[in-house]
């Protein structure tokens, strides 16, 4: 990934949004414990941690769907009360979910308006207007750099990244300042990936406040501005880009000792062969990557 | 649904080297309603060979089309709502023993408390709807699949119309006097007809036509494909997926109410037992119509095609001198032959994998 510019100067004094010290339980367990996180106009945070880390429950009460059980939230320094997404909505934040973020049975231009539909007429003759929507759409789409011939085309045709980006591009078109993306490169190949990370720089080159969620450290590092670890529902700290390397972030997401591990393995193995020593068969060399990300994982639902 | 291509007005983009150009005929067979146009006009043939085989040529007469209209209207009333709550991602299984509730109630209006057809009528509706307003609501409260809540609804509505019906009437089928019937200023509404064009074909058309504007042209209705998409998706878009809900399952019990009224004038009576087995019927014209069980997809016109279909094949089978015996066999066969080529249609022309 090259043209990675840090970011502009510029970058607001007051968050746009921030998290002060938020927990959430469900039940005896501990979803979020004391968590903070802010992110400022013109500004990638990255949201990094493990699987079961806690990263969605957090997103979604920054988001309106949980409220938090203790502190608070806050967007332009103001204290605010999410009590559905609505009304994050309304505050210009806006998430794309990994995958529940579009149906894929529904064309592009509806898929674009959904709960903003655009609509022409008074009275009972107030309806749904299609052409409105199909120009819109196609428009957004050019702009962020997908060309779509046809918008009545349902999604389920589209790719993954293709899907992540009309959920991105309807965000912005419905003045989202605050975009939050939750897991967006999990289930894309190697280039779809490229293309959702470049979304994400150009957002918030626009001056939009960008939380990036992921579990993948080559995807946070080359864009974060500033990075959120979560471990096990607590905070893992705060840093600034150029602080961490990619050891330290796995460490500190806390599975840094599980890949040392698989290091350590994999040298001796390799050492062993150098001298010749009879190695069993382990079909360890089968997948090409080791992260959830070697581009053949696609979680997609499709229509049976 | 414009099938604008939109080009001269933005722009001379370069298309996506991914989205191959396609005919016209495969646009069309992408659209949800082909597979039931096809079915239709498949049973129509088979009905039309098989009668003029059985020596007899009325399956293609006016009087036996409009015979088999008015079945395709009976069950066709339902249809359209019934396929908008599928599209939704809902069943509602009660409705066969909401067509038997809202009957009773405008007999039982009229002959047990002397009320006015009309007032009858009005009062059958409202409390119908009523009922399709609970089922709503369990089903939205409770987050339970609404197969299983309104299979609940279907024994107890069947159930308390049966046992209330006995113990205020004495008895479980209501006559209705003509005479009242004729002297009302709505029933006509309900029971109208020349020779054997009977005011329900109206009925259905009406219904199919307001249930394609609503899907297709408003807000409402794009609601209604994203509800059933995926209602967590919906919610966060900010779609009031609950009142989008509770609406529909209003609307389908609010049909039956209108089927019940054009049963009770038209055959001057009210039975606990009318409607049985329209639940099933209703959801078969829906498929046919190429609705999807898991919501999200389908087509209202379909659904009143689908109707079509099962109107002819029902009355079809009569004219061609075939036992009557033999109508669920065809009708399990149109629905296992639909479901096949609904299916290969979408994957074929609508571009999903």
Same mark, same amino acid.
């Given at each position: ?17 921030? +998290? ?9 367990? %501990? ?45 332009? !320094?103001?204290? %605010? ?28 231009? *509806? ?46 045709? #589209?790719? !993954? ?9 309807? +965000? ?33 080159? *626009? ?38 390397? =990619?050891?330290?972030?796995? *460490?500190?997401? &806390? !599975? ?13 193995? +390799? ?27 696609? &979680? ?5 | ?70 079945? +395709? ?24 023993? #909401? ?5 009773? %109630? /405008? ?68 006559? /209705? ?14 029971? @109208? ?9 109206? @009925? ?7 249930? =394609? ?15 059933? !998409? ?16 509770? #609406? ?47 919501? &999200? ?28 015996? @033999?109508? #669920? %066999? ?24």
């Amino acid at each position: 990934m090259q043209a990675m510019q840090p970011a502009p100067a510029a970058a607001g004094d007051v968050p746009l949004l921030e +998290a002060r010290n938020v927990s959430k339980y469900f039940g005896a367990v %501990v979803a979020i414990e004391g968590v903070s996180l802010e992110v400022r106009a013109g500004q990638i945070n990255c949201l990094l941690g493990d699987n079961g880390a806690g990263k969605s429950t957090l997103i979604k009460m920054l988001s309106g769907v949980h409220l938090p059980d203790e502190g608070s939230l806050a967007v332009d !320094g103001q204290e %605010v009360r999410f009590a559905a997404p609505r009304d994050a909505l309304d505050a210009g934040i806006a998430t794309v979910y990994q995958d529940l973020s579009v149906m894929p049975l529904m064309s592009i231009s *509806r898929n674009f308006f959904l709960g903003n539909e655009p609509t022409k007429g008074f009275g009972p003759f107030r309806r749904f207007d299609s052409h409105k929507a199909a120009q819109v759409a196609r428009e957004e789409m050019k702009n962020i750099g997908i060309e779509v011939r046809d918008t009545d085309q349902l999604v389920g045709t #589209l790719s !993954g990244g293709e899907r992540q980006t009309l959920a991105i591009a309807r +965000a912005e078109y419905f003045g989202a300042r605050v975009l939050i993306l939750d897991e967006p490169t999990s289930a894309l190949g190697v280039k779809e990936s490229a293309i959702v990370l470049r979304h994400a720089i150009s957002a918030r080159n *626009r001056g939009l406040g960008v939380i990036f969620i992921t579990h993948n450290v080559q995807h946070a590092l080359p864009i974060g501005d500033t990075f959120t670890i979560l471990t096990r529902g607590r905070a893992g700290g705060t840093f600034k880009r150029g602080d961490l390397d =990619v050891e330290e972030l796995h *460490r500190l997401m &806390g !599975g840094g000792e599980e890949l040392e591990e698989l290091q350590a393995d994999l040298e001796m193995l +390799a050492r062993r062969e150098e001298l010749g020593v009879e190695v069993p068969t382990v079909p360890i060399g089968e997948s090409e990557g080791i992260g959830p990300d070697d581009g053949r994982l696609r &979680g997609e639902d499709e229509p049976s | 649904m414009a099938m604008t291509q939109a080009t001269g007005a933005t722009n001379p983009a370069p298309p996506s080297d991914r989205i191959r150009r396609v005919s016209a005929t495969s646009r069309l067979l992408g659209r949800p309603a082909a597979g039931a146009f096809i079915i239709a006009i498949f049973v129509w043939i088979v009905f039309a060979i098989l009668s003029t085989v059985g020596g007899s040529d009325v399956f293609y007469s006016v009087d036996g089309t409009l015979s088999y209209l008015d079945v +395709a209207a009976q069950v066709g009333i339902v249809s359209t709502s019934v396929a908008l709550l599928m599209i939704a991602g809902e069943f509602d299984l009660s409705i066969g023993s #909401l067509i038997g509730f809202a009957g009773i %109630v /405008i007999g039982i209006c009229v002959t047990t408390y002397g009320l006015p057809v009309w007032a009858g009528i009005l009062i059958s509706m409202v409390l119908t709807t009523l009922l399709g307003v609970v089922n709503g609501l369990i089903v939205v409260r409770t987050g339970l699949p609404s197969f299983i809540v309104t299979l609940a609804t279907l024994f107890i509505i069947r159930g308390a119309t049966q046992a209330l019906t006995a113990q205020i009437t004495q008895i479980t089928y209501i006559p /209705i006097a003509p005479a009242a019937i004729a002297a009302d200023p709505i029933a006509g509404l309900f029971n @109208w007809s020349i020779g054997n064009f009977k005011v329900s074909i109206l @009925w259905w058309i009406l219904l199919a036509v307001i249930g =394609v504007y609503i899907l297709g042209r408003t807000r409402f209705g794009n609601w209604i494909t994203g509800v059933g !998409g995926s209602p967590s998706a919906a919610r966060n878009l900010g779609v009031p997926v609950a009142r989008v809900k509770i #609406l529909l399952f209003a609307g389908t019990a609010l049909s039956a109410a209108i089927l019940a009224a054009v049963q009770s004038m038209t055959f001057s009576s009210s039975d606990v037992l009318r409607g049985q087995g329209y639940e099933l019927r209703a959801i078969t014209t829906a498929v046919i119509g190429g609705c999807i069980l898991t919501g &999200g997809y389908g087509s209202v016109a379909g659904a009143a095609i689908g109707a079509l279909a099962l109107g002819m094949a029902s009355i079809g089978i009569v004219f061609a001198n075939i036992n009557a015996d @033999w109508y #669920l %066999v065809a009708l399990g066969t149109l629905l296992l032959v639909a479901v096949v080529l609904n299916n290969w249609i979408r994957r074929r022309f609508a571009g999903l994998r």
